[in-house]
């Protein structure tokens, strides 16, 4: 996997770095040292770059799909789904994708209400019916609006991420734009 | 505010999101290592390091729920164990188990917290109405953001509203749609506090009891943490839950609780059911205008007298059009089981909430 190998690389733990020490050089690592234990601790930095590269896109996504906190733990137990299956999972071309489908099914049983509670939030910051008035378009729609049009995301970005074809990603984006500036009174436009 | 609608939608994400660091992934998942057992290049070895985590692991969580609930306490036949065949074998809570949850409970949440509450309404199987409330409470202020659902009933279109109750430091705000548009208001009237009516989440956990007769049924992750959720085997042990004060939608059929290694309640979910007699009209009567406005009637007793729709119903039924539809329409009266279920969500236990009065706030005058 990509980020995974380039971490390898250039943290030095690679196999190709690891395993030839230089002549004339002694090597700094203990010579009995467990493999179990030393792919355990590779392993480990691998997953910890991947989290650092795919939760922030992941957790956005969930978030809009199902609100902050069912969002939050759709993507803990993606992740965890992730760490549990790293050695099969890692070589997965679209893993953020892969994830992001076990986080929707992780998170179907829950049938409930989308919530957007922000809790310390001053009153200046957004227009208190924002929430609500996400809340209100479809799971689909406030993917397309909030990772589209909040975060700058291209369609295809958001695309790869939730395996929607990007024509239907466009379409759920206008569609949602309009229903949310509906909802909350914005007739100009803006 | 920032003017733009994609600042704002930004803004909002931002400040809701938490992320999930990969120790805390790491640290809440079942399985301690990301090999599956018996595929390794040291088979025999990595299996017998597999079958020792994951014994480590359980042993750990049986640990952590039974020293939760009861400190001091074997392990030995209390703890959620397993059987045999690896599956969970339930085991009932002892009374000082249940009273260390609740002790635990309402310590944490003595000064400050946060509460999701999600509802759901279902009449006769059609879902009737969905609420959700983000309730924050910080000493004497509080927060409740709610949002109302209805769907589409009976040719009535669907609608759905929101509001902010909130209250700081003695004085009552909210925030919602008059006929002047959005916005906030701060209402001075006598009793305009106790009039915001603001649910206190943290009432249910007060009713808990042992004769509830608690069984485990396993471990998720809400929040980021790993829980037990522990079931009620006799709902019908909770005498006070089921008084119409602390519960008012009909007898309470289910509840479950998710408690964390502190034995602190994370999440209850309660379900209630009641038997409502319904009315319902003969086909092709025609009265769908008449219909409409009933059921307009109803919707503004839901609001004004925050009634469940199956109690609004009834109310409505005495009215003038109410009384004028049975008496012409009106023909066929059945029973249909109204469930309404409700789950309460505990985030930013104990933590500081940050409750302010809104910048600008239109004062009025015993409106409530």
Not at chain 2, 150 to 175: H, K, L, M, Q, W
Not at chain 2, 267 to 272: C, I, R, S, Y
Not at chain 2, 313 to 341: M, N, P, W, Y
Request: charged fraction near 20%; proline fraction near 6%; aromatic fraction near 6%.
């Amino acid at each position: 996997m990509r980020v995974a190998s380039g971490l390898r690389t250039a943290n030095g733990a690679g196999p190709a770095t690891r395993g030839s020490t230089p002549a004339g050089q002694v090597s700094n690592e203990r010579p009995n040292a467990d493999p179990a234990e030393r792919d355990k601790a590779s392993a480990r930095t691998e997953f910890e770059a991947f989290v650092a590269a795919t939760e922030p896109r992941l957790n956005r996504a969930l978030a809009a799909a199902y609100g902050f906190e069912d969002g939050r733990d759709a993507t803990a137990e993606a992740l965890a789904y992730a760490w549990e299956h790293w050695a099969r999972l890692q070589h997965i071309t679209n893993l953020p994708g892969y994830l992001f489908r076990v986080g929707q099914s992780r998170s179907r049983r829950r049938r409930q209400p989308v919530v957007f509670a922000v809790p310390d939030a001053p009153d200046y910051a957004f227009e208190p019916g924002l929430p609500g008035a996400l809340a209100g378009l479809t799971e689909r729609q406030r993917l397309a609006v909030v990772l589209v049009h909040g975060y700058g995301y291209t369609l295809r970005e958001v695309a790869e991420l939730t395996g929607i074809r990007q024509t239907t990603v466009q379409n759920h984006l206008s569609r949602g734009l309009q229903r949310l500036r509906e909802r909350m009174g914005v007739t100009d436009g803006s | 505010m920032a003017a733009d609608l994609k600042d704002q939608i930004h803004i909002l994400m931002e400040r809701g999101i938490r992320p999930v660091p990969a120790a805390e992934v790491v640290s809440q998942s079942a399985r301690t290592s990301p090999f599956p057992e018996g595929k390794s290049r040291w088979p025999g070895l990595r299996s017998r390091r597999g079958a020792t985590f994951a014994t480590a692991a359980v042993a750990a969580a049986c640990a952590a729920a039974v020293v939760a609930a009861q400190p001091g306490a074997s392990t030995g036949n209390t703890g959620a164990g397993r059987g045999r065949a690896g599956r969970q074998v339930p085991a009932v809570l002892t009374a000082a188990m249940l009273q260390q949850v609740t002790a635990a409970s309402r310590l944490a949440l003595a000064q400050s917290g946060r509460a999701i509450v999600v509802s759901r309404e279902v009449l006769g199987g059609t879902l009737q109405q969905t609420g959700t409330d983000d309730i924050s409470f910080d000493g004497r202020n509080w927060n409740d953001s709610f949002t109302m659902t209805t769907p589409a009933i009976a040719g009535a279109p669907a609608s759905s509203e929101s509001a902010i109750n909130r209250v700081v430091d003695g004085s009552a705000y909210d925030y919602f749609v008059a006929a002047d548009g959005l916005a906030w208001y701060h209402e001075v009237g006598p009793d305009a506090v106790s009039k915001l009516a603001i649910p206190d989440p943290r009432a249910l956990l007060r009713e808990l009891a042992p004769a509830a007769r608690f069984a485990r049924e396993g471990t998720s992750v809400i929040g980021g943490v790993r829980v037990t959720r522990l079931t009620a085997t006799n709902v019908t042990g909770l005498p006070t839950l089921n008084s119409p004060d602390i519960w008012p939608a009909g007898a309470i059929s289910a509840l479950t609780i998710w408690v964390d290694g502190n034995g602190v309640v994370r999440q209850v979910t309660v379900t209630g059911k009641q038997d409502v007699r319904v009315g319902m009209l003969a086909p092709g009567a025609g009265v769908r205008r008449e219909l409409a406005q009933f059921l307009a009637g109803v919707r503004d007793l839901e609001k004004r007298e925050h009634l469940a729709p199956a109690q609004a119903i009834e109310r409505e039924k005495f009215s003038v059009i109410g009384r004028d539809l049975r008496q012409r329409h009106l023909e066929v009266v059945k029973t249909e089981a109204d469930v309404t279920t409700m789950t309460i969500r505990f985030t930013g236990i104990g933590q500081p909430q940050i409750i302010r009065a809104p910048a600008h706030a239109i004062r009025v005058y015993g409106r409530g």
